[in-house]
């Protein structure tokens, strides 16, 4: 997680979210061969000073048989913007060989930095992505949609699931301090419990913008201290801020807008 730390040094906690709806892109794009690819770099162009990282959303990509696009995408970031990490949000969840080729696919034929990973079957999952010592794991623990609850929120031994998954993610999975949790923007409250049982733990935080999510709760109750600890993660709100000419000036716009609105808040 050293790659983020130093982006937070950089006065950013902006995550800007790679989600390709090509219906929603300006004429140009959705006309292009590759213009999932071309609408991306255009995004990056623009936004790669004001993001601690990027995160695509395999399956955004994989729906529309564009993972070449997906992995082109990702290899420009690393080659133009090589401070900047990226995470592949494909929130894998499996064990033993099959964990272990997952990983293999999000860190070494796509080129991520770190994955998202969904801890449901235990150590048997995380375990094989978290020993790419170099890599970020990111764990489901309280996620941003309406029926989160229904499990995470189960109380176990008196306390709620998502509790069990962070201490376990602080006390450990997290032996090569590559561990992080993805934590809802929905859910200050959770979010503050959460902190207390994962002190150490960057957060990425989905649910700021088109789910409403509480941006002052998420900065007041998930930092670790000012300007570090959270990836806020915001996808559609700057992709699709314009489909004219202007939406790479556009999309800039609002990514510093959203970095902008975290400072004052830190």
């Not at 292009?32 to 990027?54: M, R, V």
């Not at 959270?230 to 510093?256: H, K, V």
Request: charged fraction near 20%.
């Amino acid at each position: 997680m050293n790659a983020i730390a130093r982006r937070w040094d950089q006065g950013t906690q902006v995550c800007i979210g790679l989600d390709p709806f090509v219906e929603k892109m300006p004429a140009p794009f959705q006309q292009q061969a590759e213009g999932i690819l071309a609408f991306n770099k255009a995004i990056i162009d623009a936004t790669a000073d004001l993001a601690c990282c990027y995160k695509p959303q395999f399956a955004h990509f994989a729906a529309v048989q564009a993972e070449t696009q997906l992995t082109a995408s990702i290899a420009y970031i690393k080659t133009r913007y090589p401070d900047v990490p990226v995470i592949l949000d494909s929130k894998r969840g499996d064990i033993g060989s099959t964990a272990a080729m997952y990983a293999r696919e999000a860190f070494e034929h796509y080129g991520a930095d770190a994955v998202t990973v969904n801890p449901y079957m235990g150590s048997d999952t995380v375990l094989p992505f978290a020993e790419h010592a170099d890599k970020g794991v990111i764990l489901l623990c309280r996620t941003s949609n309406p029926s989160a609850a229904e499990f995470q929120n189960l109380l176990i031994d008196g306390e709620p699931l998502y509790i069990h998954v962070a201490r376990r993610a602080q006390q450990h999975w997290n032996t090569h301090g590559n561990i992080a949790l993805v934590v809802g923007a929905t859910a200050p409250e959770e979010m503050a419990r959460i902190r207390a049982a994962a002190p150490d733990l960057p957060f990425l935080v989905p649910g700021i913008g088109a789910q409403g999510g509480d941006l002052q709760g998420t900065v007041r109750n998930g930092q670790t201290s000012p300007g570090r600890g959270l990836m806020i993660n915001a996808s559609r709100s700057i992709l699709y801020a314009s489909q004219g000419t202007d939406f790479a000036d556009a999309a800039r716009a609002e990514a510093l807008s959203l970095r902008d609105q975290i400072r004052a808040l830190a």
